[in-house]
């Protein structure tokens, strides 16, 4: 196992793949692994992290998302794993005898009939903290030498994990603030100055009415809750519709719905036009109860056709467009 992380995880297709391999091999070799979970945390506008939870008898490997109202919950600050995040040491908790902490979780294990429960940080080179739990049901829980190996085997996991979480943040990112698509070319290595190809799409770009008085009379911070307002009755429809948001640009908003090979364009075209009206529509929802001088308007121009898609700029600073 120790060889086959140093390695990369040959084989497995993810971090999901690599925990459920993992189990049951530890398991296999001798450790009486119950039920393990890796915990990881992330950057992401909206998800604070991911866990995967592998449990014997089950064939498929949890994978769950939790968002940044998670850290400020009671429910986590309680939670053996926010324990190991904030101290950045194991913790170990009998479930057979009375438990020395007191958390949901692990009363409920306590009193399923298992019997130990163990907690280890698994730390990045820049000093994060994530974490890997244990927990088994084996008469007596977990004896010295299963442990040892355990820390042993959380070495090279922690590298391999810090290697599928930074490119999963790159990804996040790159998708976050150039768009899907966009940032799923730029990682396969479309990123010199002058690639491109030509896509058929249909491209929509959308404006808000007004703005330069708008932006004359309130005060930056303002501005910018009105403008996310405006592009919250966007982005969703066009995610939903199929579509990719490319760029915001001030106020506005350039966004493609892309043409797939043997895709008919009026089914494309047809998709751009409901988001359209979703965004009209969540645009009434915003301006219900707001006086006259409150009220938000923008426009949307669609249009369908070839583009040129691909990297233009400067030598050190370039734009997917």
Known sequence: LFDWLVDGAPGASGPADVVGRLGPWLE???????????????????????????????????????????????????????WVFAKKQELRVRLDRPLSFNAAELREWSAAGLTDYVAMPMVFLDGQVHAITIVTDAPGGFRE???????????????????????????????????????????????????????????????LRGFTSLAARRDSADIILLLNRVFDCQVPAVDR????????????????FPIDEGVEAAKVAAAALAAAQEAFSNLDETNLGVGPHDRLAFGIALHVGEVAYGNIGGISRLDFT
Not at 38 to 62: C, D, K, N
Not at 244 to 255: E, N, S, T
């Open 145 to 207: 030498e299963h442990l040892v190996a355990m820390r042993k085997v959380l070495r090279p996991l922690a590298r391999l994990a810090e290697i599928l979480a930074l490119r999963r943040t790159a990804t996040n990112l790159l998708s976050a603030y150039v768009g899907r698509d966009a940032g799923e070319r730029i990682l396969q290595g479309h990123v010199q100055r002058g690639d491109t190809e030509h896509i058929r799409c249909v491209v929509w770009m959308s404006d």
């Open 28 to 82: 296999a070799s001798g450790v009486p692994v119950w039920r393990m979970a890796a915990y990881v945390r992330t950057l992401h506008p909206h998800i604070m992290g991911r866990s995967f939870v592998w449990q014997r008898g089950v064939s498929q490997v949890e994978v769950r998302e939790a968002s940044y109202a998670v850290l400020r919950s009671e429910m986590y600050a309680q939670s053996p794993v926010g």
């Open 241 to 256: 519709g199929g579509g990719q948001v490319l760029k915001f640009m001030g106020d506005g908003m350039l966004a493609i």
